[in-house]
């Protein structure tokens, strides 16, 4: 059965736009400013002749999947509620196109178009930023009339709103008020009717008591009910807002309510000290669910860095190394950040405030001239008998030339030379194998300046380097299918997917279907066993790569393990761990019902290069050196990483901003025995080999930069 379209534009619109928002495939192709998005929703903002639109986008699923079924699309609520608004001469923005994609009654997506209300700012944004015309008598007379006769309309004709909200009324300069966002509102009869009015004006005092007088909340709600006084009837509602969102309703954020957020704390949030003062904190830094936060703010006035230890049991405990840790730190003279204060939240858990070292980055992890300083300190440290026990590059920031410890948390109290050695082979174990190479006599020249005399065995220091970097690689790779701060994850019971927590709002359209992006995308190969095209979104050029089923044999032999999308994610990762090139993998996306795999993709960025077949077509033209040195690194780069390709033909290698980049990576295989990959290689050399005729100039110079194992 083929999906159904329903698209419709208003008859008014600007011809310009109309050309624009032709039809849903093209508003779901359209590009703009992000302004919000959800597991349900994209909304951007975009120009057409100068004039700003805003393109709502319903997709996902959201928290109730069943009203796909069984209920009227939510992007079909929120067109006919500001077409009621219109009706009843609520001031709102100006809908200019709308419709929805069903197929066998099942809502697939759906969209909404408005046009931008010149010169607007929400109530919310005038609280946060504490507008002066919040303390206008005039002002405030004029807008909370609006507001009680926009209120009165509504629910005299037995509508909520649903989400009254101050950040969905918008104000112009000359003080009009507009209602916008109403996918939620609708009609109520008696007795669900008064608890969704009394909702409705819960939602707005509930910022307004943070910031208008209780005499200017009572003046609104008696234009509201258009009285000159209360009665038992008005009193019994207002007792009723008042305590709607009560032990809800949290104007100051706890050790409780931080630990229920989960990843998700609000972006902006103040917290209260056992002292009674207050933490501001402007944004977040670090995110463990449940256990602690990292966060930057201001308290009493001046920036700090917050480190807030909220798990229910063992907050005390980390708290109190942490402080410990600083100011063991200090006491040895390491530079490390000025620690401020420490002590109880409100309601339990911990924090400890640190100056906040404003312009501050981590090292980067090829700079020689900024690892230097880094394992001069480390040395430092050692010989003043402290180990940091979870030593990475993280733990260190350089701010105007000058190099911090930081975290706390992690310094050990150590004299043992064994802790000393598998303490700097954490560190080695941070770098990239052929950084680690060519840094190390230099890094461990810069090591013993701080720590002279030690004695080093750099056998038993590059074995436990590779230790320390094999065991971070299997953790890695363990992240990127799961939910962390790295890699986000869902697994229903239709679909798995896993991307990229950083590229995450880039490709949600692709990840939601792939197979529509692949269609209207720029076909890069056509075959039964994949399909990939080139897609751009929101400026970036990316490649979609279907996995195909071809017949019901091969869907029985592939659904009871991982899909070739599966392993080429994991593969992309480990490649980029080792610093082989590849394009970077952004989204992992396997089709699912139940336990059983069906159709993958793989989305990935896209490299703008050549293959080998086409850079090096001609067998008798030798390559340049700086050509034939890149490649020699490549190869040699897998042989000490033991990793095989297992289809090392030309179409598969990319010249990409002057290095060799590997693609296709189905079969690659990181070996754990020696003579296993002996084998593999042989066959890898060979396939590489054989894309050029025998006795070839340019064979013959590949061939002397292929290494044996």
């Given amino acids: 059965m083929s999906p159904s379209n329903a698209w419709r534009l208003m008859p008014d619109v600007d011809p310009g736009a109309a050309e624009r928002f032709a039809d849903l495939d093209s508003v779901f192709a359209l590009e703009g400013r992000m302004v919000a998005l959800d597991?349900?929703?994209?909304?951007?903002?975009?120009?057409?002749?100068?004039?700003?639109?805003?393109?709502?986008?319903?997709?996902?699923?959201?928290?109730?999947?069943?009203?796909?079924?069984?209920?009227?699309?939510?992007v079909q609520l929120e067109w006919e509620n500001l077409q009621h608004f219109a009706d009843w001469g609520i001031p709102t923005a100006q809908l200019v196109g709308y419709g929805l994609q069903s197929q066998g009654g099942r809502f697939l997506r759906g969209a909404l178009i408005t046009a931008e209300i010149p010169d607007t700012t929400d109530l919310s944004e005038l609280a946060r930023n504490g507008d002066p015309r919040l303390k206008s008598r005039r002002w405030l007379d004029g807008v909370s009339r609006q507001l009680a006769d926009i209120a009165r309309r509504m629910h005299g004709r037995r509508f909520a709103h649903g989400d009254f909200k101050?950040?969905?009324?918008?104000?112009?300069?000359?003080?009009?008020?507009?209602?916008?966002?109403?996918?939620?509102?609708?009609?109520?009869?008696?007795?669900?009717?008064?608890?969704r009015i009394v909702k409705d004006l819960a939602c707005l005092d509930k910022v307004a008591k943070r910031h208008l007088s209780r005499s200017r909340r009572l003046r609104f709600y008696l234009d509201y009910a258009q009285k000159q006084s209360l009665d038992a009837g008005d009193k019994r509602r207002i007792r009723k807002i008042l305590g709607f969102f009560a032990g809800r309703d949290e104007i100051v954020a706890t050790a409780g309510s931080l630990r229920a957020a989960g990843r998700d704390p609000l972006p902006q949030i103040t917290i209260a000290l056992e002292d009674g003062r207050l933490l501001a904190i402007e944004r977040w830094q670090r995110i463990l669910p449940g256990k602690r936060l990292t966060g930057s703010g201001a308290w009493l006035g001046r920036k700090v860095l917050a480190k807030l230890f909220i798990a229910a049991r063992g907050s005390e405990r980390h708290c109190q190394r942490e402080c410990r840790g600083a100011e063991t730190l200090a006491t040895h003279g390491l530079p490390t950040p000025r620690l401020l204060a420490s002590g109880l939240l409100s309601d339990g858990g911990h924090y400890v405030l640190y100056d906040y070292l404003d312009g501050s980055r981590c090292p980067d992890s090829a700079s020689l001239t900024e690892l230097t300083p880094v394992f001069v300190q480390v040395g430092r440290m050692h010989a003043r008998g402290l180990v940091q026990k979870d030593a990475h590059l993280g733990n260190f920031l350089l701010k105007d030339d000058r190099l911090y410890v930081i975290d706390g948390d992690a310094v050990r109290e150590s004299a043992s030379p064994a802790d000393c050695t598998e303490n700097l082979a954490l560190l080695f174990g941070q770098l990239q194998p052929h950084a680690e190479t060519a840094l190390r006599p230099a890094l461990l020249q810069a090591y013993l300046s701080g720590n002279p005399g030690v004695a080093i065995d750099e056998a038993q220091l590059a074995a436990a380097a590779?230790?320390?970097?094999?065991?971070?690689?299997?953790?890695?790779?363990?992240?990127?299918?799961?939910?962390?701060?790295?890699?986000?994850?869902?697994?229903?019971?239709?679909?798995?997917?896993?991307?990229?927590?950083?590229?995450?709002?880039?490709?949600?359209?692709?990840?939601?279907?792939?197979?529509?992006?692949?269609?209207?995308?720029?076909?890069?190969?056509?075959?039964?066993?994949?399909?990939?095209?080139?897609?751009?979104?929101?400026?970036?050029?990316?490649?979609?790569?279907?996995?195909?089923?071809?017949?019901?044999?091969?869907?029985?032999?592939?659904?009871?393990?991982?899909s070739r999308a599966w392993h080429s994610w994991l593969e992309g990762h480990r490649l980029g761990f080792l610093g082989i090139a590849t394009p970077r993998p952004l989204a992992l996306i396997e089709e699912r019902a139940g336990p059983l795999r069906g159709k993958a993709w793989l989305i990935t960025e896209y490299c703008n290069a050549e293959n080998f077949a086409n850079r090096f077509h001609d067998p008798e033209m030798e390559p340049a050196a700086p050509d034939l040195d890149a490649i020699g690194v490549l190869l040699q780069q897998l042989v000490a990483a033991r990793i095989s390709h297992g289809d090392l033909k030309a179409t598969n290698l990319l010249w990409c901003e002057g290095k060799p980049h590997l693609i296709d990576l189905d079969?690659?295989?990181?070996?754990?025995?020696?003579?296993?990959?002996?084998?593999?290689?042989?066959?890898?050399?060979?396939?590489?080999?054989?894309?050029?005729?025998?006795?070839?100039?340019?064979?013959?110079?590949?061939?002397?930069?292929?290494?044996?194992?």
């Fill in 39 to 74: 597991s349900m929703t994209r909304t951007l903002r975009t120009e057409v002749n100068g004039r700003g639109y805003y393109v709502k986008r319903y997709a996902g699923l959201g928290k109730k999947p069943l009203r796909r079924w069984f209920a009227t699309p939510r």
């Fill in 166 to 195: 101050w950040r969905n009324l918008l104000v112009d300069r000359n003080d009009r008020l507009y209602l916008i966002d109403c996918p939620s509102g609708g009609f109520w009869w008696p007795p669900f009717l008064e608890y």
């Fill in 466 to 562: 590779a230790h320390a970097r094999e065991a971070r690689l299997a953790d890695y790779l363990d992240k990127s299918l799961r939910d962390c701060s790295l890699f986000k994850s869902a697994h229903r019971g239709d679909r798995f997917f896993s991307t990229m927590r950083s590229e995450f709002g880039v490709v949600a359209p692709l990840i939601h279907d792939p197979d529509a992006w692949l269609e209207k995308g720029v076909p890069l190969k056509r075959g039964r066993t994949a399909t990939l095209a080139r897609v751009e979104l929101n400026g970036r050029q990316l490649v979609i790569k279907r996995y195909n089923i071809k017949g019901p044999g091969h869907a029985l032999s592939r659904c009871w393990r991982p």
């Fill in 667 to 709: 079969a690659v295989r990181q070996h754990a025995n020696a003579a296993a990959f002996r084998r593999a290689w042989q066959k890898d050399s060979r396939r590489f080999l054989d894309n050029w005729p025998p006795g070839s100039a340019l064979r013959r110079a590949l061939d002397a930069v292929v290494p044996q194992p």
